[in-house]
C-alpha cells in the first residue's frame, strides 16, 4: 500500500500503542485506541474483508487492479467483498498512517503484494523507515492471534522472470526503526516468517490470473471459513452512520439537515454558476402560444407558493377556479431548454438560503433526476415500487449511504412519508415511457407533500393523455396487480417563451457574469445581435440565448481570431475566408450547438497543448468522440451512463470497457478507436470542463443538456453519411444502385448510424430537427439516383445526397430481405422523416416499391413467418416497437409511392396532389 512515502514528517503513531516487547500482541479491534469508530471513506465502514499491501512506487498499477478483481467476489450472503486500497480508502485530512494502520487492523485478511524491487527498500529498514514493512509487522502479528489470514502474493518480474528471492541473509539483523513498529524481532526475522507462509506466484501481466486465479483462491479461503466476519455485527447500521454524520436524534431532521446542503455539494458546483444567470420565466395554464386576453402568472409566485404550501394560493396559481382544491400534483410542461431544470435548483436554492428557523416551517424541496434513476426504476417496476420515492429520497439525501426503505421501521418510513416536502421529480420524459411514472409514486401516500413533475412540451399529447397516465397511482387496494384510480387533483402548466424584457435582463447578467471573457457589455451583446434578426425566433429560450451569446464573438469575428462558421459542406467549424464570394446559410439551433462545443473542444484543448497543429487535432477528435459517444447513448435509449470510479475514468479514456455487461461499456467501445489524450477532456473532473458539454457527476456521465446529446448524434450520423458518400463520389459513384445500396445501407462489417434507432419516435424526434438544420436544401433539385448528367454541382452537401441516395436504395429488391430489411426501413424511415423536417419539396419522385416503414408483423401476416422470427430477435428486446418515417406537412407532388411501404407513417397535412398511391401500405 502506498509505500514509498517518507516517515520523516508523519506524526508518531497513537500514544496508547504499546511499547516494543517480546511480541506485538494481536490488535483489539474493539479497543477505543485502535479506532472503532474510524470508518473509510470508499466503503463508510470499519470493517474490510481484505487489505492490499504493496510499494506505491513499484506496484501502483497491479494493485488497484487487484483491487477491482476481488471487488467483485463476493461473501456467502451475497455482500461483494470490501477491499482496502489506501487511493479509495484513506479519509481526506487523515493521517497517512494512522488510516492504513485502523484498515489493518481491522481487516479479515491480508494481500501481500510482494515484487523483487518492491522488497529493495527493506533491506534498509534497519535504517529507514518502511511503511511497508509496517503493514507485514501488524498482518504477521494478527496472523499469530488467529484473527487475520495473510496471503503474499509473489509478483514476477516485467520480463516474466519468476519471484526468487528468498534468501533471507540479505535483511539486516537489525529492528526496524520505524517509530510505529513494535515488532520485538529483527527484519531478517519478519521476512524469514513470511516467506515461511505458503505464497501465490503470480504473473504480473497474465489476464487470465487476473481474472480467474486470483478471484477462485479468495472464494476457497471464504468457503473454508478462514475469511471470518468476524466485526460485521459491530458495524453500525447505515442508519446509524446516516444519524451520526448529520449529528441528529431522528432520521427527519437528518434528511433536512442533508437537503439544506445538496445544492453545496462540489458536484453541483456548475449549476450555481448557472443560477447565477436565472431570469424568472412566466407561464400558463395552455400550451403556448397563449392569446394576449389570457392569464400569464411569474414562476416567482409559484415557488414561492410552493415552498410555503400555501393551499389558496397554490390553487389559484394553477386553475382557472379559484374554489377548486389546492393540487398535490403539479405537471410543469416546456420545451427544450425553457428552464424547467434550472426552476427546479431555483426551487431548492432558495430554500436552502432561507434562515433554519423559518426554513423548517416550509415544504423542503427535494429534486429527483428520474434519468439518473433509470436502473433503479426498472427494477421497482418489474418488483414493487411502493417504496419507489422514499427510496429515492434518501439516495438523495444520503448517496455515500446504503440506506434505503428496507433498512427502516413502519414508523420511521410513516415519519417521513408524512413530512412536508415538495418532491420534483425531473424529466419523466427521458424515461421513455408514459405509464411508468404513475406507478411509481403515489400523492396519497404523502399527504403534506406536492409533487412537481416536470417534461417536454408534446410528451403527452393533451390534458386527458396526462391525466390517463399520471393520475392512477398503485395503491394498497388495487386488485390483480393493476392500479386502481384515485384523485391526485393534477393541475398542468406550461412555460411561456421569453419575452423582450426577460432576454435584456438575462443579457445584463450574461455580461456582467463573465469578466474577462470578452469584456463586452450588454449593449454589445445587443448591437452584434441586431445583425442576426432571423435569431429572435430562437432567442425565446434561455439555454439558447445562453449558447448564442456565447458564440456571438466568434461568429463576428470580434474576440480577437477570424470569423468561426460551420461549413455545410465539410460540417466541420472553419474560419470564414476574408475574401470570396461564399455564403453561408442563416445561423441555425444547430450551427449555434456546433460553435459552442467546438468552443469548449478548443478551450480544453489549449490547456493540454501549445501547438496550433496539435490544437487543432485534439480539438477535433474531442468533438468526434463526443457525437460517438452521444450517438451511442442516443441508440440506447439513455441520457445518463454510469462510471463506477474514478479508475473507470481512466478505462474510458483508455477505451477499455470497465463493466463489460453495461451501456458503459458499449459507449467506451464507441470512442475506443479516439486518441486517448483527448478522453482526458471526457474523463477529467467536472470543474475542468464546468463549460463544456460533458458532465461527470460522481457515478454518472451526461451531457449537460438533453439537448445538446441530441445535436451530438445528429452529427454523428451526417458527418458519418458525409464519409461514406463522399468516398463513393471520389470512386466515381457506381452507377449500379446495389452498390450504392452497400456503400450507404449495408456496408461489410460495419454499421450505419442512420440505421441504428428510429428518430421519429418519442423522445428522439429532436436528433430528426437538429439533422433538418443541416440538410443542404438544394438537395430537391437532386432526384435523379446515381451518376448522371444533370447531378448537382460538386459542393453540394454529400450527406443530404446521401439522405435521398438511402430513400431510393430502399426501393431494391435486396432491402426488403430478411436480414437486410430492419436496417434498411430504419435507415430510409430516418432520412425521409429528416428530408421532410427540412422542408424539402418532392416534384415528381419515384418512390415506388420504397420501404419507409416497417413492423415485425408485417411480413408474418404475408405468410413469411421465418423472416418475422427473424426480426423479432434482432429487434429484441422492443420488438412491438414500429419503424416509421415522419411525413408531417411533407408536400409531394406528382410521385409515385406505388407499392411503398409507409408501415404507421406520420402523415398529419402532408399533401400528396397528383401522387399514385397504388398498393401503398399503412398498416398500423
Keep these: 500500500m502506498g509505500c514509498g512515502i517518507s516517515t520523516a514528517g508523519l506524526p508518531p503513531g497513537p500514544a496508547a500503542l504499546p511499547r516494543p516487547g517480546k511480541q506485538l500482541p494481536a490488535p483489539d479491534v474493539h479497543a477505543k485506541h485502535m479506532g472503532a469508530a474510524w470508518r473509510c471513506r470508499k466503503h463508510g465502514a470499519g470493517h474490510h474483508d481484505v487489505f492490499i499491501s504493496y510499494r506505491k512506487a513499484t506496484d501502483a498499477d497491479f494493485a488497484l487492479r487487484l483491487q477491482l478483481e476481488l ?40 494481500v501481500l503484494v510482494m515484487s523483487e524491487p518492491a522488497l529493495l527498500r527493506v533491506r534498509e529498514a534497519h535504517s529507514a523507515p518502511d511503511n511497508m514493512l509496517l503493514e507485514f509487522e501488524h498482518a504477521l502479528a494478527a496472523k499469530r492471534a488467529n484473527t487475520m489470514e495473510v496471503v503474499p502474493l509473489l509478483v514476477r518480474g516485467v520480463d516474466g522472470s519468476r519471484f526468487s528471492s528468498f534468501d533471507t541473509s540479505v535483511y539486516p539483523d537489525s529492528s526496524h526503526v520505524h517509530p510505529a513498529s513494535r515488532a520485538s524481532t529483527s527484519v531478517r526475522g519478519t521476512m524469514s516468517e513470511l516467506f515461511a507462509i505458503n505464497g501465490i506466484h503470480f504473473a504480473r501481466a497474465d489476464e487470465e490470473e487476473f481474472s480467474d486465479r486470483v ?47 445538496v445544492i ?12 447565477n444567470l436565472y431570469v424568472p420565466m412566466c407561464y400558463g395554464l395552455r400550451d403556448p402560444p397563449i392569446a394576449p386576453s389570457e392569464r400569464r402568472f411569474q414562476l416567482n409566485e409559484l415557488l414561492s407558493a410552493l415552498l410555503d404550501g400555501s393551499g389558496p394560493d397554490l390553487s389559484r396559481l394553477t386553475d382557472d377556479a379559484s374554489t377548486s382544491p389546492p393540487p398535490s400534483t403539479i405537471l410543469l410542461q416546456g420545451a427544450a431548454g425553457t428552464g424547467k431544470s434550472s426552476f427546479a435548483w431555483r426551487v431548492l436554492q432558495q430554500w436552502s438560503a432561507t434562515a433554519s428557523r423559518r426554513r423548517a416551517k416550509m415544504q423542503a424541496p427535494v429534486i429527483i433526476q428520474l434519468p439518473r434513476m433509470a436502473e433503479a426504476i426498472q427494477r421497482a417496476l418489474a418488483s414493487d415500487p411502493t417504496h419507489f420515492i422514499l427510496d429515492a429520497l434518501l439516495a438523495v439525501c444520503f448517496p455515500d449511504s446504503s440506506l434505503t426503505a428496507a433498512d427502516l421501521t413502519e414508523v420511521q418510513r410513516l415519519e417521513i412519508q408524512r413530512g412536508r416536502y415538495v418532491i420534483i421529480l425531473e424529466s419523466v420524459d427521458e424515461l421513455g415511457s408514459k405509464e411508468a411514472i404513475g406507478r411509481l409514486f403515489s400523492p396519497s401516500a404523502w399527504p403534506k407533500t406536492i409533487f412537481l413533475i416536470t417534461c417536454r412540451s408534446g410528451f403527452y399529447s393533451d390534458t386527458a393523455e396526462a391525466r390517463r397516465y399520471i393520475e392512477p397511482t398503485l395503491q394498497s387496494g388495487s386488485t390483480q396487480g393493476r392500479p386502481a384510480p384515485v384523485s391526485t387533483s393534477l393541475a398542468l402548466i406550461y412555460l411561456l417563451p421569453m419575452d423582450l424584457n426577460q432576454r435584456g435582463d438575462f443579457i445584463v447578467k450574461f455580461a456582467h457574469g463573465r469578466p474577462g471573457k470578452h469584456s463586452w457589455t450588454p449593449d454589445m451583446y445587443l448591437a452584434a445581435l441586431a445583425q442576426y434578426p432571423h435569431l429572435d425566433e430562437l432567442l425565446t429560450e434561455p439555454l439558447l440565448l445562453y449558447l448564442v451569446l456565447s458564440v456571438l464573438p466568434m461568429i463576428s469575428g470580434r474576440s480577437g481570431s477570424a470569423e468561426r462558421r460551420l461549413d455545410p459542406f465539410t460540417l466541420k467549424v472553419t474560419e470564414r475566408p476574408a475574401t470570396g464570394a461564399y455564403l453561408y446559410p442563416r445561423l441555425t439551433r444547430a450551427e449555434i450547438y456546433a460553435l459552442f462545443t467546438h468552443s469548449w473542444a478548443e478551450r480544453e484543448a489549449r490547456k493540454i497543448a501549445s501547438d496550433d497543429d496539435a490544437i487543432r487535432t485534439l480539438t477535433s477528435n474531442a468533438v468526434l468522440a463526443c457525437q460517438a459517444l452521444a450517438h451511442r447513448m442516443f441508440v440506447l435509449g439513455r441520457t445518463q451512463l454510469p462510471l463506477a470510479t474514478a479508475q473507470d475514468r481512466l478505462r474510458l479514456a483508455q477505451g477499455e470497457p470497465a463493466e463489460p455487461d453495461t451501456e458503459y461499456a458499449a459507449a467506451a467501445a464507441a470512442v475506443r478507436a479516439t486518441d486517448p489524450v483527448v478522453l482526458q477532456l471526457l474523463a477529467a473532473d467536472d470543474a475542468a470542463i464546468r463549460h463544456g458539454p460533458v458532465r461527470i457527476v460522481g457515478r454518472t456521465l451526461s451531457f449537460v443538456h438533453k439537448t445538446v446529446l441530441d445535436y451530438f448524434a445528429a452529427m454523428h450520423s451526417l458527418r458519418d453519411l458525409n464519409a461514406r458518400r463522399w468516398a463513393l463520389a471520389r470512386e466515381g459513384l457506381p452507377s449500379d444502385p446495389l452498390l450504392v445500396y452497400q456503400g450507404l445501407v449495408r456496408p461489410a462489417n460495419t454499421e450505419v448510424p442512420l440505421a441504428e434507432r428510429v428518430m421519429a419516435m418519442a423522445g428522439s424526434s429532436s436528433v430528426m430537427h437538429f439533422c433538418a438544420d443541416l440538410v443542404d436544401t438544394r438537395v430537391q433539385r437532386y432526384v435523379y439516383f446515381g451518376d448522371c448528367a444533370d447531378s448537382p454541382a460538386p459542393q453540394m452537401q ?39 423536417a427540412a422542408s424539402i419539396v418532392f416534384d415528381k419522385c419515384d418512390f415506388s416499391g420504397a420501404t419507409l416503414g416497417y413492423r415485425p408483423s408485417l411480413l408474418a401476416a404475408k405468410g413469411n413467418t421465418t423472416t418475422a422470427s427473424l426480426l423479432q430477435e434482432a429487434l429484441a428486446p422492443t420488438p412491438a416497437i414500429p419503424i416509421v418515417a415522419d411525413m408531417s406537412g411533407g408536400t409531394f407532388t406528382g410521385c409515385n409511392l406505388t407499392g411503398a411501404w409507409l408501415t404507421s407513417a406520420r402523415l398529419d397535412l402532408a399533401a400528396f396532389d397528383g401522387s399514385r398511391l397504388d398498393h401503398v401500405d399503412l398498416t398500423g
Design 798 to 836: 454529400h450527406a443530404s445526397l446521401a439522405l435521398w441516395d438511402i430513400i431510393q436504395a430502399s426501393r431494391l429488391p435486396t432491402a426488403r430481405l430478411p436480414d437486410n430489411v430492419l436496417r434498411t426501413a430504419t435507415a430510409a424511415a430516418n432520412a425521409m422523416s429528416i428530408l421532410s
Design 264 to 275: 453545496s455539494r462540489p458536484e453541483h458546483a456548475a449549476l450555481v454558476e448557472e443560477l
Design 71 to 110: 471487488s467483485l467476489c463476493t461473501l456467502p450472503g451475497g455482500r461483494p467483498l470490501r477491499v482496502f486500497l489506501d487511493t479509495t480508502c484513506l479519509n481526506d485530512g487523515e493521517s497517512f498512517q494512522d488510516g492504513f494502520l485502523h484498515g489493518l487492523q481491522r481487516a479479515s485478511m491480508a
Design 215 to 261: 478471484p477462485r483462491v479468495i472464494e476457497k479461503l471464504i468457503a473454508a471459513g478462514k475469511i471470518r466476519r468476524i466485526h460485521e455485527d459491530n458495524d453500525p447500521s447505515p442508519l446509524d452512520r446516516v444519524l451520526a454524520g448529520h449529528k441528529a436524534a431522528a432520521l427527519p431532521a437528518a434528511v433536512l439537515d442533508a437537503l439544506s446542503h
